[in-house]
């Protein structure tokens, strides 16, 4: 990685220029934009990718004194507005537990922290083995694990708390050795809002968990075993979560420029690039008449706020 006033080289050393980095900005902006008018037809799902984008603006903000900083305020009060207007509709919507989780992982800024990127830590070769499961396969109910954690940590401790969980939460998605689809990310998204809400976790067996899964993501992308086309949701997923951990292997130029291209000018995202339906497996969904959905739209901006992040705080370009 080097500086220069024109271009911005990120993890494979191939280079994007300015353009490429107003696109991010853009994407990001018409992102929100499209959230905000739709905010009354989105789930909480979508709420909780603006709460990534808000923390990831926070992140990088420099006080007035890098030259994007002016860009950065406004996508971060953007963000901030649309997760205050979204307080009306949710607060009081206990339809799926949208009150609890509206206030507790999308309203409380737990998701801000300073993100770290490093390419030493390094991803592990594939070696999870499937479980063996019988068809029909029920997914396991993470709301059960998420409101278990909510419990231990409802008044948001200043110091580390003790979270307990069920037998239920933990056989039926915290030990599984199932590793495929959204029950990783899920998995993983557990991992971090307990982290996040200040539970109290064994940093050497979070570190490894979340590397363990992220190899996972990092293997079956690569070697083709999970087309990004055909589950482009789970992608924007993966992506997400593990780059809010600083793996630098999910912050790639390839991956950018796929996730710009496939951005609808109006700023959403559809879960399947192709015409095949085999991602569409996330009943919390809502599709829109554009053929985009929240849930999507909501992964796809918050990922183009970890790109911007991850640009912003390597200091890609001189000011």
Not at 126 to 154: F, G, M, R, S
Request: net charge neutral; charged share 25%; with cysteine.
């Amino acid at each position: 990685m080097y500086k220069n006033k024109k271009i911005v080289c990120l993890k494979s050393h191939f280079c994007l220029d300015y353009r490429t980095i107003t696109a991010v900005r853009h994407g990001l902006d018409t992102s929100l934009d499209y959230i905000e008018k739709n905010l009354h037809r989105v789930n909480i799902d979508c709420c909780l990718g603006v709460a990534f984008v808000r923390s990831f603006m926070k992140d990088c903000y420099q006080n007035g004194t890098h030259i994007m900083d002016k860009s950065t305020l406004k996508i971060y009060n953007k963000s901030s507005q649309i997760i205050e207007k979204s307080r009306t509709i949710f607060e009081k919507d206990s339809t799926n537990g949208n009150d609890w989780k509206f206030k507790y992982l999308v309203d409380e800024d737990i998701w801000s922290k300073e993100m770290k990127y490093s390419s030493k830590t390094q991803l592990l070769p594939l070696t999870v083995a499937h479980e063996k499961y019988q068809l029909p396969w029920k997914p396991p109910n993470t709301d059960i694990c998420l409101h278990e954690i909510i419990n231990a940590t409802e008044s948001f401790p200043p110091n580390p708390v003790l979270c307990l969980i069920s037998k239920t939460c933990w056989e039926n998605l915290l030990s599984t050795k199932i590793n495929f689809g959204y029950i990783l990310t899920h998995k993983l998204l557990i991992l971090q809002v307990a982290k996040a809400r200040n539970c109290i976790i064994n940093e050497k067996i979070f570190k490894t968990q979340t590397q363990e899964i992220c190899s996972t993501f990092y293997s079956k992308i690569s070697e083709g075993e999970e087309r990004i086309d055909d589950l482009f949701d789970l992608f924007l997923e993966q992506t997400l979560l593990c780059g809010y951990e600083g793996y630098i292997d999910f912050i790639q130029n390839e991956w950018l420029y796929y996730i710009i291209k496939t951005q609808k000018n109006n700023g959403c995202f559809t879960d399947v690039v192709g015409d095949n339906l085999k991602s569409r497996i996330k009943k919390s969904m809502i599709y829109f008449e554009d053929g985009c959905n929240d849930h999507s739209t909501g992964l796809g901006a918050a990922v183009l706020g970890l790109y911007y992040n991850y640009i912003i705080k390597n200091e890609l370009f001189d000011q």
